[in-house]
């Protein structure tokens, strides 16, 4: 059986990266495979841009976050900011989506009009067996996910009350959400 689920991908912080971060995102999941494509527009240019979809490990539906996550009113929705709403990181958009290696230097880089788009083909087998060792379940539950595109360039100021994420292990302009959509079945 195959399922299609597509995201409209809206902006966020768009005031502070000064563009309007927009696009599209398609996950279709067929007995073997997830095919995923996400094309975005108005990104930062020539900037990689970390794409995951997040969501809650209790089944809990995750919404998007907005200027209302801002809970420290710097005029900025921070990775932390969006756990509330959106819960935690899950898979990644990069390279091999199955390794579930969220750091890594194998994300999409916009162009210089601020354009990527990105098509992986993933062995469903492969990402559920490591979905299950990070969340206990392997269970995608995709019409329960947010997908949110990062990532600035250095040269953006953030103001310092900004975090990478909880525990502060990466920089805040990579991890910055610049863009962000609910996963929806088709």
């Not at 563009?19 to 007995?31: L, W, Y």
């Not at 919404?63 to 899950?90: F, I, K, R, Y």
């Not at 009009?113 to 206990?136: C, N, S, W």
Request: charged letters at 25%; hydrophobic letters at 35%.
């Amino acid at each position: 059986m195959v399922q299609k689920y597509v995201a409209e991908i809206k902006p966020l912080n768009e005031a502070i990266i000064g563009t309007k971060p927009h696009g599209t995102a398609e996950f279709i999941v067929s007995d073997d495979a997830l095919h995923i494509e996400v094309e975005m527009f108005d990104t930062p240019k020539n900037t990689q841009h970390w794409e995951h979809f997040h969501g809650f490990t209790d089944g809990k539906d995750a919404q998007p976050a907005t200027m209302a996550q801002d809970v420290n009113h710097d005029g900025v929705v921070d990775l932390p900011e969006t756990e509330a709403v959106s819960g935690t990181t899950m898979v990644p958009f990069d390279a091999e989506p199955h390794q579930m290696d969220i750091a890594n230097d194998t994300y999409p880089v916009s162009d210089d009009q601020g354009h990527f788009k990105y098509v992986k083909h993933v062995p469903l087998a492969d990402l559920k067996a490591q979905f299950k060792k990070f969340f206990g379940t392997d269970n995608l539950d995709l019409d329960k996910r947010i997908i949110y595109i990062h990532g600035v360039p250095d040269a953006v100021k953030l103001p310092d009350t900004v975090g990478g994420n909880l525990n502060e292990k990466y920089d805040k302009h990579v991890t910055l959400p610049i863009a962000t959509g609910k996963i929806v079945k088709v």
